[in-house]
C-alpha cells in the first residue's frame, strides 16, 4: 500500500551543519580565540578548534549534488545547499521530501560530541557542549518546534557532569541524547563500568532516549581503529577505501546491541531507552536468535543475567532504525514491529532526498497501513515523547 496523506513521516536520523557562529555567539570571551570558528584557507572553509583544524566533510552535505560531485574534500558553506546550516531552509527541503518532522544530530562536534573529548582544555570543551545544545535547542528547533525534536550531547569525558547536562538539556525540551556506539574506542570506561551509573540515572529520572548513532565513538569499521596504545583512542588509517567503512556501518551497533544486552545496565535501569541510529533493522533477526542460543548455553557459568532472555531485553529497551532497508522489513515482524522507525538521513550520502517518501512508499509498498503508519511516525513519536500538534 502506498503512503498515504495520513502518513506523516518523523525522522529519527538527519543532520545539520553547524553556522559559523555557532560557539563565537555563545562562548565566554576569553576562550572566542580557542573555541569553534570557521577559517577560510586557500579557498576552503575549515573549523578551528582548540589549536587544530577540521575540514567540513564534503560527504556530509550532498544533498541536492549528483553522485559524481560526491567526495571527502572539505567544502565551502555556499557550495552546500542552505537546508544543511540553516533550519527554515531546512523546513522547506522537508516539505519537498514529504517529512513532518525530523531529529537532527551534530556534525562538527561528531554525531557524539567527541571532537570536544578530544580537545585539551576540558573547561572550554564543556563550553562547547552545552554551547552546542544551546543553539540546537533555542535556535534551532525554536523555529518550528513541531518540525525538529530536541537532542542533546554530553562532556562524555565525566560522567557526573555528562548527568548533570542531561538534566539542563532535559529542562530546556531536549528528548534524547547523542551518546557514543561505544566509549571504549575512545579510551572510555565500557557500558559494563559503574561508572557510567550517574549518567543512566540522569537518562531515566528525565525520560532522555540514548541515541546510539554509527561512529560515534570515534570507530568506523574497515576505515579506523583505536591504538590501544593511545589515551583517547587516537585513530590510524589503514588502506581500505571508504566504501569499506560505508558497506560496514551497521557492525557498530550490532557490538552495542549485544554488550548493552550482556552489561546489566538494563536489569538495573528498566526505563532505559536506546535508538541505533543509521544501523539499519535487517541483522536484528540474526543478532536475536544468536543472543539467546549464547544466553541459553554460557548463562550458567558467565557473569550474565539468569533470568532474562536477551531478545526481551531487546524489545524494552532498542528501537532499530532503517533508511533503505527491504530485506529488514520484510522480516520486521522477527525485529519487532513497534520498534522499528524511519530514517531520512539529510544530508548524507545514504539519503534519498528529495524523494524519501516516494522510496519509503517503494519500500513499504506491501506493509499494512497500521504497520507503516508506526513504522513512518508513531513508533518514533512514542520513543521520543514527541506528539502529533496539528
Not at 112 to 118: C, K
Not at 290 to 301: C, G, I, L, M
Not at 323 to 344: K, S, T
Not at 356 to 374: N, Q
Request: charged content about 20%; some cysteine; glycine content about 8%.
Amino acid at each position: 500500500m502506498p503512503l498515504q496523506d495520513h502518513h506523516q513521516i518523523v525522522s529519527v536520523d538527519d543532520h545539520l551543519i553547524e553556522h559559523p557562529r555557532v560557539w563565537q555567539d555563545r562562548l565566554p570571551e576569553k576562550y572566542l580565540d580557542a573555541g569553534p570558528k570557521i577559517v577560510e584557507v586557500d579557498g576552503k572553509h575549515l573549523w578551528h578548534y582548540d589549536g587544530n583544524v577540521f575540514p567540513t566533510i564534503g560527504l556530509n552535505a550532498v544533498a541536492g549534488k549528483p553522485q559524481e560531485e560526491w567526495g571527502m574534500d572539505p567544502v565551502r558553506y555556499e557550495d552546500m545547499i542552505p537546508g544543511c546550516y540553516d533550519p527554515a531552509a531546512r523546513v522547506k527541503d522537508m516539505d519537498v521530501d514529504g517529512v513532518q518532522a525530523a531529529l537532527l544530530f551534530p556534525s562538527f562536534p561528531g554525531f557524539g560530541g567527541g571532537v570536544f573529548f578530544r580537545g585539551q582544555d576540558k573547561e572550554l570543551s564543556a563550553l562547547c557542549v552545552s554551547a552546542w545544545n544551546d543553539f540546537h535547542i533555542d535556535e534551532w528547533c525554536a523555529t518550528a518546534p513541531e518540525r525538529f525534536i530536541p537532542m542533546c550531547i554530553v562532556p562524555i569525558w565525566d560522567p557526573v557532569l555528562a548527568a548533570a547536562e542531561v538534566r539542563r538539556a532535559a529542562a530546556k525540551g531536549a528528548r534524547t541524547v547523542s551518546f557514543p556506539d561505544s566509549p571504549v574506542p575512545l579510551g572510555l570506561p565500557s557500558f559494563h563500568h559503574e561508572a557510567w551509573e550517574p549518567f543512566w540515572n540522569a537518562c531515566e529520572d528525565t525520560g532522555m532516549v540514548i541515541s546510539l548513532h554509527f561512529g560515534s565513538g570515534g570507530y568506523v569499521p574497515g576505515f579506523s581503529f583505536a591504538n590501544t596504545n593511545t589515551t583517547g583512542g587516537e585513530l590510524r588509517i589503514p588502506d581500505a577505501p571508504f566504501a569499506v567503512a560505508i558497506a560496514l556501518f551497521s557492525t557498530n551497533l550490532m557490538w552495542s546491541t549485544v554488550d548493552l544486552l550482556f552489561s546489566g545496565v538494563l536489569q538495573k535501569h528498566p526505563k532505559l531507552q536506546f535508538s541505533l541510529a543509521e544501523g539499519g533493522i535487517g541483522w536484528i533477526p540474526y543478532i536475536l536468535e544468536r543472543t539467546d542460543f549464547v544466553w541459553e548455553r554460557h548463562r550458567y557459568y558467565q557473569p550474565i543475567d539468569f533470568h532474562t532472555r536477551p531478545s526481551d531485553l531487546f524489545r524494552e529497551h532498542f528501537w532499530g532504525c532503517f533508511i533503505d532497508d527491504v530485506h529488514g522489513v520484510e522480516n520486521r515482524h522477527a525485529v519487532g514491529i513497534d520498534r522499528i522507525m524511519l530514517e531520512i538521513d539529510y544530508p548524507h550520502s545514504d539519503s534519498n532526498w528529495p524523494n524519501s517518501r516516494k522510496r519509503a512508499a517503494e519500500v513499504l509498498a506491501d506493509v499494512p497501513d497500521d504497520e507503516v503508519t508506526k513504522i513512518c511516525e508513531t513508533n518514533a513519536r512514542t520513543m521520543l515523547n514527541f506528539p502529533r500538534v496539528s
